[in-house]
């Protein structure tokens, strides 16, 4: 039997929010719109301020900034307030624990059972560093820290938990 332990933090939560595994075919269409906005708003701004019209420049400055808020910084602020919401009257981290026995894959969140899987759900095992994300049937996706593996209660490396997982799970893709 296999365990992966670790502890979900606010700074975890928000980076898993902003860097999240892209399933199929990524939509990047919404930050291209933006960053083409934010190009547009720069040149109008220097021409604003070349003319010498302080009004327009001020009204292209506060777009610019804007849109640079939501490119770099409005998904982090809405998973620092969903992961506070969460939390809401507990204590701000949680522990997670992974347990591979058999054929099952267990998530547990602070002693609660969260969800179980089987080997044959998993469809792709990812190296993002530092974590390993499983993702299985249905594109959930969870992740298990890299240095966090134990065996039979002694820490091992990943490179056992992955034969491991080879083993049980032959359908699935792994990292080279």
Same mark, same amino acid.
């Given at each position: ?21 892209a ?39 506060l ?23 969460l939390?809401?009257?507990k ?10 026995d &058999? ?8 002693g ?26 249905? &594109? ?30 032959? &359908? ?5």
């Amino acid at each position: 039997m296999f365990e992966n332990r670790y502890t979900i933090t606010e700074k975890i939560y928000v980076d898993w929010t902003v860097h999240p595994v892209a399933l199929g075919r990524a939509r990047r269409r919404f930050p291209i719109l933006l960053t083409l906005l934010a190009a547009a708003c720069a040149v109008m701004l220097v021409m604003a301020f070349l003319d010498g019209n302080g009004t327009y420049a001020c009204l292209y400055a506060l777009l610019l900034a804007g849109v640079a808020f939501r490119l770099f910084g409005y998904d982090a602020m809405l998973a620092r307030r969903q992961f506070r919401r969460l939390r809401s009257g507990k204590p701000g981290e949680w522990k997670r624990v992974l347990r591979f026995d &058999g054929d099952g894959i267990t998530v547990e969140d602070d002693g609660q059972v969260l969800a179980e899987k089987t080997c044959g759900q998993l469809q792709e095992v990812r190296d993002m560093e530092p974590w390993l994300a499983l993702i299985f049937e249905g &594109g959930v996706v969870v992740r298990a820290d890299k240095g966090g593996f134990f065996r039979e209660g002694a820490a091992c490396g990943q490179e056992a938990f992955l034969a491991f997982l080879r083993e049980r799970c032959p &359908g699935a893709a792994f990292p080279a």
